[in-house]
C-alpha cells in the first residue's frame, strides 16, 4: 500500500514563501513506487471545494498549474527520495488551506487520482 504524507505548511505573513513535501512510501497494488507515477497538489479551504493546484508528470516532468498560482508556486519532484515539493511564493491571504497531494493514475497528469496524503495547513495571515 503506498502511502503519502505531507509536510511543510505553516503560518506565513503575505508575500512570504512555504516549501511543502510529500513523500511517499510503499508500493500501488500494480507493484510501482509512486516515482512511477504524476503527482498533484490540491488545495482545500474552509468552505469551498478541493482546487487542483499544480501537477508533475514522472514521464518528462512536465508540470501544469492553477491559474491562481501561476508564476507564484512551483512544482518539482526529486525520485531518488520518493519526493515531490512546492514551492509556494508570494503566498497571499486566499492561499490559505490545508494542501494534499495524491497520486495519478498515470504517468501523466490526466487528473485521476487514486491515493491521497492527510494535508498540511498553511495559513497566510498578518
Known amino acids: 500500500q503506498v502511502q503519502l504524507v505531507e509536510s511543510g505548511g505553516g503560518l506565513v505573513q503575505p508575500g512570504g514563501s512555504l516549501r511543502l513535501s510529500c513523500a511517499a512510501s510503499?508500493?500501488?497494488?500494480?507493484?510501482?513506487?509512486?516515482?512511477?507515477?504524476?503527482i498533484g497538489w490540491f488545495r482545500q479551504a474552509p468552505g469551498k471545494a478541493r482546487e487542483g493546484v499544480s501537477c508533475?508528470?514522472?514521464?518528462?516532468?512536465?508540470?501544469d498549474y492553477a491559474d491562481s498560482v501561476k508564476g507564484r508556486f512551483t512544482i518539482s519532484r526529486d525520485n531518488a527520495k520518493n519526493t515531490v515539493y512546492l514551492q509556494l511564493n508570494s503566498l497571499k491571504p486566499e492561499d490559505t488551506a490545508v494542501y494534499y497531494c495524491?497520486?495519478?493514475?498515470?504517468?501523466?497528469?490526466?487528473?485521476?487520482?487514486?491515493?491521497w496524503g492527510q494535508g498540511t495547513q498553511v495559513t497566510v495571515s498578518s
Open positions: 510503499g508500493f500501488t497494488a500494480s507493484g510501482f513506487t509512486a516515482d512511477y507515477y504524476a
Open positions: 495524491a497520486i495519478d493514475r498515470h504517468t501523466d497528469c490526466s487528473g485521476t487520482y487514486f491515493s
Open positions: 508533475i508528470s514522472s514521464s518528462d516532468g512536465s508540470t
